[in-house]
């Protein structure tokens, strides 16, 4: 379905860009809601962080005067011009909100740049003789990549204004703002199996050709995977897109015309694992790399003289910006040793200590009165991926530190948050700093301690993390340890895993635990496996190398069949001696007995026959919802444990975390911290997981993962109960075989509980504690508090546990499997399908076998 036209001549269309929009409602209730809602697609976590502008310390986005003389650049949300004889950056633009992405104009006398604030980004254009700024759209759209025309009278520039996707529009500059806004393309929907994109087409990062009568643009038209090739479209009415280049982007490729008119420069990761700078001829051909190197350079531009690319580079780790010569391929770093600000500044040092006195390390946040955000220079900032728009005018953003560290900040009232991972609440500071000045702030740990069940201690571990994934930094094993030691953590499971065709650590493939590491603090590579079909897998401990290709089900590719299944992949890491278990389950309600319900999770099937080491009941999905699924299970008998893992992307400036937002508390005896004793901890079920409150349960004496032998069931069994949170909880419930059997008074806080009782005990399966909330409470960053032990088993007179109703759900379960396998358009054989029927009736008759 397409739509052909192009609104070249329709006036509502420009009203649009300067009008606040109905579709842009804020509900009346305060909740925690998503960064820009405005947008409809799929997977956002990949287009906020790789495609839209973010927060960092260092440089972010680039762009030459006309003299070639100087540069223009945003950083620390601010944007700044740096002559490239001169290390002094002077700031040109400060709030009030964030600003990004600028282009400066043919004649030298404006900048046009997109500015973050309000739920929107909407473009604005600085004029630098004056100072003054001038709104050019105002309709709570995202407005991105302005680009000014060769004869500075135009604009090109991405929009969310049409239906909420990606579109290119053309606008004449006027005094009163943007007229004659005209959208590049018609809007396509493909007949294309797309996984992580829309089924309707997107167009991104516009570039206009030198004579100004041609737009080349980045576009998944046509394509499958990644965000698309190279095109381009006359401006005469009627033309029609013409793909120029293809390769797979993602989402960072930004080509810029030279100044001849006979090249791109462009980011591309084709065959390797990072982003360099390619040259292609301008009406396509064949391209060739001119940078090399195991990190990424992006957001080039050309310099009007012909002379210099400028770029973004991640090879520190943060961002830096890089000049490249055309000829030679000489490179430097752009360095500022001095920062000329438009405000009135002072100083912040602020001194972490741990519980000996020692350098400690900590998650802090910084911000003014405005709710304005600051960092250490080339800081790695992170931001939340949602907030509530009632407590903060952005989302939250935070850098870790350890030690001293010292940050420039506004003269006026500035807050200071700390936090330390889960063992101690938040602490505020208000500071009043003075032009000029140096304010003095030092905090020490003060944790809570709690004390296991059974002898030990509690070890945190978060089982789902990815050092690098395509975000806008460079992480390494020694930054990761810094992360969770920032964030009170111990266990970093670092998954290798495939961002499309790249693995960007596929280096660290067989290393297992991380020189890296410290006596604290462990690093321990393992793997996702990615398959689109049957639900992903975390692979945990495996010695030997990475499972390869890494995915499967993937279309269009010679991986398109889903085997290998999750069930060869849980026995080829088994073999492997790791552990395997399901991650991010599930989003929505699963209704097996709706005949029209596709699924394909193989969940119940690997549970059945024996693969599943661990669920992530705390991870990047509804965390009610997939233990609905788990009680289920339990309830037949099998031994499941909880684990808590962030998917953290922990190379990213917009992220769902940080590391160890969702994690895992496991049972272990007192000495070094031994990972393979963690791991076996976490298959016996000692754990809890969780994303603040920590719990902890005994039933009949015994700890979570132990097993209550009880002769029948006609009495009651004693518990106790234990709760230590940094917020506020809701609910404390003991829940035995799907039912809450007990809710547990909190008072006051509602942070802290310790309660002893009895719960009924009549048949076999299992009980245990969990916590939760019914909105989000920061400082966790994640939809709601809540956290869960894994079972105690109970065995009541030697019987197994029965459950005719959830037997027959997971039956059903797999029947919409079966259907779903047999309607699988892209078997290697039929052989290949034969077995894995075959596989499905096996763990089927499990189920029947459990009536």
Same mark, same amino acid.
Request: hydrophobic share 40%; proline share 5%.
């Given at each position: 379905m397409s739509d052909p036209t192009r609104a070249r001549t329709a006036p509502a269309l420009g009203l649009a860009f300067i009008v606040v929009a109905a579709a842009v409602t804020l509900p009346a209730a305060a909740e925690r809601r998503p960064v820009y809602e405005q947008i409809d697609l799929p997977h956002p976590y990949y287009y906020h962080e790789m495609y839209l502008p973010q927060l960092t310390g260092g440089p972010s986005s680039v762009a030459f005067s006309p003299d070639s003389k100087e540069v223009v650049y945003s950083m620390a949300g601010s944007l700044w011009?740096?002559?490239?004889?001169?290390?002094?950056?002077?700031?040109?633009?400060?709030?009030? /909100?964030?600003?990004?992405?600028?282009?400066? *104009?043919?004649?030298?006398?404006?900048?046009?740049?997109?500015?973050?604030?309000?739920?929107?980004?909407?473009?604005?254009?600085?004029?630098?003789?004056?100072?003054?700024?001038?709104?050019?759209?105002?309709?709570?759209?995202?407005?991105?990549?302005?680009?000014?025309?060769?004869?500075?009278?135009?604009?090109?520039?991405?929009?969310?204004? @049409?239906?909420?996707?990606?579109?290119?529009?053309?606008?004449?500059?006027?005094?009163?703002? &943007?007229?004659?806004?005209? =959208?590049?393309?018609?809007?396509?929907?493909?007949?294309?199996?797309?996984?992580?994109?829309?089924?309707f087409d997107h167009e991104l990062s516009p570039v206009w050709a030198r004579d100004g009568r041609s737009i080349i643009y980045v576009s998944n038209r046509g394509h499958v995977h990644g965000t698309g090739g190279f095109f381009s479209i006359g401006l005469e009415p009627g033309a029609e897109p013409r793909e120029i280049h293809y390769e797979e982007t993602n989402w960072r490729a930004r080509p810029d015309v030279s100044p001849d008119g006979a090249r791109l420069v462009y980011s591309s990761y084709l065959g390797r694992n990072w982003h360099q700078l390619w040259l292609l001829p301008v009406g396509g051909g064949d391209a060739l790399p001119i940078s090399y190197g195991e990190f990424d350079a992006i957001g080039a531009r050309w310099s009007p003289d012909g002379r210099a690319i400028a770029y973004i580079s991640n090879a520190g780790g943060g961002t830096e910006l890089w000049l490249?010569?055309?000829?030679?391929?000489?490179?430097?770093? &752009?360095?500022?040793?001095?920062?000329?600000?438009?405000?009135?500044?002072?100083?912040?040092? &602020?001194?972490?200590?741990?519980?000996?006195?020692?350098? /400690?390390? +900590?998650? #802090?946040?910084?911000?003014?009165?405005s709710g304005r955000f600051y960092a250490p220079e080339g800081a790695?900032?992170?931001?939340?991926?949602?907030?509530?728009?009632?407590? =903060?005018?952005?989302?939250?953003?935070?850098?870790?530190?350890?030690?001293?560290?010292?940050?420039?900040?506004?003269?006026?009232?500035?807050?200071?948050?700390?936090?330390?991972?889960?063992?101690?609440?938040?602490?505020?500071?208000?500071? *009043?700093?003075?032009?000029? *000045?140096?304010? =003095?702030?030092?905090?020490t740990a003060q944790p809570v301690s709690m004390a296991a069940a059974g002898g030990g201690r509690w070890v945190s571990g978060d089982v789902h993390v990815h050092m690098n994934y395509g975000g806008i930094y460079r992480n390494t094993p020694a930054?990761?340890?810094?992360? !969770?030691?920032?964030?009170? &953590? *111990?266990?970093?499971?670092?998954?290798i895993v495939n961002k499309e065709q790249r693995v960007p650590d596929i280096a660290y493939s067989g290393h297992g635990q991380d020189p890296a590491s410290t006596a604290t603090t462990i690093v321990l590579h393992g793997q996702e496996f990615h398959t689109s079909f049957w639900g992903h897998l975390g692979?945990?401990?495996?010695?030997?190398?990475?499972?390869?290709? /890494?995915? !499967?089900?993937?279309?269009?590719?010679? +991986?398109a069949s889903p085997v290998p299944t999750n069930a060869d992949v849980a026995d080829l890491a088994h073999a492997r001696g790791a552990l395997v278990g399901y991650v991010h389950p599930f989003d929505e309600e699963v209704h097996p007995f709706e005949e029209a319900e596709a699924l394909s999770n193989e969940l119940p099937i690997d549970v059945a026959l024996g693969k599943v080491d661990y669920i992530e009941i705390l991870g990047f999905a509804d965390h009610r919802i997939t233990a609905g699924v788990w009680y289920r299970l339990l309830n037949l008998g099998f031994h499941l444990p909880a684990a808590g893992g962030t998917d953290a992307m922990a190379d990213y400036a917009s992220l769902r975390g940080?590391?160890?937002?969702? =994690?895992?508390?496991?049972?272990?005896?007192?000495?070094?911290?031994? #990972? /393979?004793?963690?791991?076996?901890?976490?298959?016996?079920?000692q754990s809890f997981a969780t994303n603040g409150?920590?719990?902890? @349960?005994?039933?009949?004496?015994?700890p979570v993962g132990g097993e209550l032998k009880v002769a029948d069931g006609h009495g009651s069994v004693p518990f106790t109960a234990q709760l230590r949170s940094i917020v506020p909880v809701d609910h404390l419930e003991v829940v035995c075989n799907g039912s809450v059997v007990r809710v547990l008074a909190l008072s006051g806080s509602r942070t802290e509980a310790d309660v002893s009782g009895t719960v009924p005990v009549k048949d076999s399966g299992w009980c245990l504690l969990r916590a939760s909330s019914d909105k989000a409470e920061y400082p966790v960053l994640d939809n709601y508090p809540y956290a869960t032990t894994s079972p105690v088993y109970v065995n009541v007179g030697g019987l197994k546990p029965k459950s005719l109703l959830d037997s027959a759900y997971f039956e059903a379960w797999i029947d919409r499997v079966t259907e779903s396998v047999n309607r699988f358009p892209d078997w290697n054989s039929v052989d290949e399908k034969a077995g894995v029927l075959a596989r499905l009736r096996a763990a089927r008759a499990v189920f029947v076998g459990l009536e």
């Open positions: 011009r740096q002559r490239l004889d001169s290390t002094t950056a002077v700031q040109i633009t400060d709030g009030p /909100g964030y600003d990004y992405q600028p282009d400066w *104009s043919p004649d030298g006398r404006s900048i046009v740049y997109t500015s973050y604030r309000h739920d929107a980004l909407e473009l604005k254009l600085l004029d630098l003789a004056s100072g003054a700024v001038r709104a050019l759209t105002a309709a709570g759209a995202v407005n991105l990549e302005p680009r000014f025309s060769p004869d500075g009278k135009r604009l090109a520039f991405v929009s969310t204004a @049409f239906h909420k996707r990606f579109h290119i529009f053309t606008a004449e500059l006027a005094p009163e703002g &943007l007229k004659s806004v005209e =959208r590049l393309t018609g809007e396509n929907k493909s007949p294309l199996r797309r996984y992580y994109y829309s089924a490249h010569e055309v000829a030679g391929g000489a490179q430097r770093a &752009l360095t500022v040793t001095a920062r000329k600000t438009l405000k009135a500044t002072g100083r912040i040092e &602020l001194e972490l200590k741990d519980a000996a006195g020692l350098a /400690g390390a +900590a998650r #802090v946040s910084v911000t003014d009165a790695w900032i992170h931001a939340d991926d949602g907030y509530d728009r009632a407590e =903060r005018p952005f989302e939250a953003h935070y850098f870790h530190a350890r030690g001293r560290v010292s940050l420039t900040v506004p003269a006026g009232e500035i807050t200071v948050e700390v936090l330390r991972g889960f063992s101690q609440p938040l602490e505020s500071h208000k500071l *009043s700093v003075a032009a000029g *000045s140096t304010q =003095r702030l030092a905090t930054h990761l340890v810094e992360q !969770a030691a920032a964030e009170d &953590l *111990s266990v970093v499971h670092s998954l692979v945990l401990g495996p010695s030997g190398t990475t499972l390869l290709p /890494g995915y !499967a089900g993937y279309p269009n590719t010679a +991986a940080p590391v160890g937002m969702n =994690r895992v508390f496991v049972r272990m005896g007192e000495g070094p911290l031994a #990972v /393979g004793n963690w791991l076996k901890s976490l298959k016996a079920g409150p920590l719990l902890d @349960f005994t039933l009949g004496g015994l």
